[in-house]
């Protein structure tokens, strides 16, 4: 069992950008895949971004060149750097754990909210 807890979600400006950091409770290298997921009013929860214990990233196609998923394993964290903020990003970003047998854990979520 493993706790996420998200922060750094707020308010930003189109145009703006936002850092969300994940902290989880313990080592995150014992994790396949560590990943932020978005839900917006109205809609199904999306992935967003991943990153693999190899650093390999992987983002969706609408934030592509945007945003960027980096994690450090020493802090047992994971961050997303959200620049180019546009209105349809606002959603709540969750983080995400998961491990080898595709179990996947998730934190309470952080709401990111974009407008002018």
């Known amino acids: 069992q493993v706790q996420l807890v998200e922060s750094g979600g707020g308010l930003a400006h189109p145009g703006g950008s936002l850092s969300l950091s994940c902290v989880a409770s313990?080592?995150?290298?014992?994790?396949?895949?560590m990943g932020w997921w978005r839900q917006a009013p109205g809609k199904q929860r999306e992935l967003v971004a991943q990153?693999?214990?190899?650093?390999?990233?992987d983002y969706a196609k609408n934030v592509k060149g945007r945003f960027t998923v980096s994690r450090d394993n020493a802090k047992s964290t994971v961050y997303l750097q959200m620049n180019s903020l546009e209105s349809d990003d606002t959603a709540v970003y969750y983080c995400?754990?998961?491990?080898?047998?595709?179990?996947?854990?998730w934190g309470q979520g952080t709401q990111v909210t974009v407008s002018s």
């Open positions: 313990g080592s995150i290298t014992s994790f396949y895949t």
């Open positions: 990153i693999s214990t190899r650093n390999i990233t």
């Open positions: 995400t754990a998961t491990d080898w047998t595709q179990h996947r854990y």
